[in-house]
């Protein structure tokens, strides 16, 4: 039973591109939150998507917008990116659908994202 | 609003002695707390949770946590400390039950000499 799976890795950007991260969840989850989790930092709360829809966010910009899909994979995208973007992506899934909360939250390992 | 502030940055122990990462909280609402732990290039993974159950939560590898209302803490311990304890560990709270976000503290780097 795979995980929770992020592609890619790591990433290099330049300032001002647009990035697409992946996440697929856990099997038998339908929901997908993504954190961002700057050097030194614990992770920031961007957003969570359930049944395709973003049903929270967190204090992040529009620049930061994302898509579920209906076999319940996500992206995240980022426009004109800049330096302080560089971070890592984690995605995080879990299940609301069967009544469980984020206490039952599984985390990918995350994309490196360097903006330069 | 909620939070939490963990209190050290960073702890350094000896293999073998006893492990203590402080973590308070901030709530409004009955928290559920929990503690994460990350590996290096790995994903962060739960080590233990509170959800009003009893307020000494025990977890994986050893570890244990005990909620105090009165001193909003939750703080993190273990016995003895191996060298496989060393990683980054996070304290975070969330409004019980809620489909909301997690809140993280800017983690406790824990290094195990021997």
């Known amino acids: 039973d795979a995980g929770v799976t992020q592609s890619p890795t790591h990433l290099i950007k330049t300032r001002g591109q647009q990035v697409t991260l992946r996440c697929s969840p856990k099997s038998g989850h339908d929901t997908v939150s993504w954190y961002q989790q700057a050097l030194g930092q614990g992770p920031q709360f961007i957003f969570q998507?359930?049944?395709?829809?973003?049903?929270q966010r967190g204090n992040f910009p529009d620049r930061f917008s994302g898509h579920q899909f209906p076999n319940y994979s996500s992206e995240l995208n980022v426009n004109a990116l800049l330096l302080g973007d560089s971070a890592l992506y984690l995605c995080a899934s879990s299940t609301l659908r069967r009544g469980l909360t984020n206490e039952k939250l599984f985390f990918g390992s995350g994309t490196q994202l360097s903006v330069l | 609003a909620q939070s939490v502030t963990q209190l050290d940055s960073h702890v350094s122990v000896s293999e073998g002695t006893p492990v203590l990462l402080r973590c308070n909280y901030s709530s409004s609402y009955s928290p559920s707390l929990f503690w994460y732990v990350q590996h290096p290039n790995k994903g962060l993974q739960l080590l233990l949770k509170?959800?009003?159950?009893?307020?000494l939560v025990k977890g994986i590898n050893g570890f244990e946590a005990e909620f105090k209302k009165s001193e909003t803490s939750f703080h993190l311990t273990k016995p003895s400390a191996h060298m496989s304890d060393a990683a980054e560990y996070f304290c975070v709270v969330n409004i019980r039950g809620s489909q909301g976000n997690l809140i993280f503290g800017k983690g406790t780097k824990l290094s195990v000499k021997p």
């Open positions: 509170y959800t009003s159950a009893a307020t």
């Open positions: 998507y359930y049944e395709e829809e973003e049903r």
